[in-house]
């Protein structure tokens, strides 16, 4: 089976494939959220129902692992570990993900919401889909850079004690609740449509109140 048409069956269940890369013989696909479409798809599932902990990594395990016994592959999560799977390496290996300006990866289509579910593992090096330019590059601007209210984040890297000072604030609320100033700054990411609800429950989960 192609990566075509993994691509195709990820599509099915609100994921994309986000980039491909060969290591030690195997081909590792990377998988993400398909933007708006992804977190009402989601929030139908038995996992968000349940109640119990950790409900989209739960999720991510079943439909991924069932995608990867289905191309005759392994299935592999950020969320494994220690020792954790090297999503960060493989990401840049892929040449569809890069470094920004503020240090977060960055994709063409994703901006700075760049995210992994997941990864299916397939046996042998299938042909990778041609690399993706940085959106950097063509940037005007760089908003991202000066888009932390906080200094939190910027060309000097990311301090969490200061972008937690934020979120304690009145003035944090919208990061709260809509996600990351920065993020929402590049213009690439203002174009994939990812939900503020989606936003708000990853910053329920770095910032709880």
């Known amino acids: ?43 139908a599932s038995p996992e968000y129902a349940d109640t ?8 991510s395990k079943r439909v991924i692992g069932a995608l990867a016994r289905t191309f005759g592959g392994s299935a592999a999560f950020p969320s494994d570990g220690p020792p954790w799977p090297p999503f960060t390496a493989w990401a840049l290996a892929t040449g569809a993900c890069h470094a920004s300006p503020v240090g977060l990866m960055v994709h063409a289509d994703t901006g700075l919401w760049l995210s992994f579910r997941g990864a299916v593992i397939l046996p042998g090096e299938r042909q990778l889909p041609a690399p993706r330019p940085a959106p950097c590059d063509s940037c005007a601007g760089h908003p991202c850079l000066a888009a932390c209210p906080a200094g939190a984040m910027g060309p000097d890297g990311y ?29 690439p990411g203002q174009k994939y449509g990812r ?9 329920k989960a770095f910032h709880p109140t």
């Not at 969490?160 to 213009?187: E, I, K, M, N, S």
């Open 159 to 187: 301090d969490v004690a200061a972008c937690h000072a934020w979120l304690d604030q009145p003035a944090g609320a919208t990061c709260l609740t809509q996600g990351c100033l920065v993020r929402r700054a590049c213009p």
């Open 1 to 43: 089976m192609t990566l075509e048409a993994l691509d195709r069956a990820a599509e099915a269940v609100h994921l994309r494939m986000i980039g491909a890369t060969h290591e030690a013989g195997r081909t590792v696909v990377l998988l993400g959220p398909d933007g708006a479409d992804f977190w009402p798809h989601f929030t």
């Open 195 to 203: 939900l503020a609800a989606q936003s708000a429950f990853h910053m």
């Open 52 to 59: 119990m902990p950790d409900p989209l990594d739960r999720w």
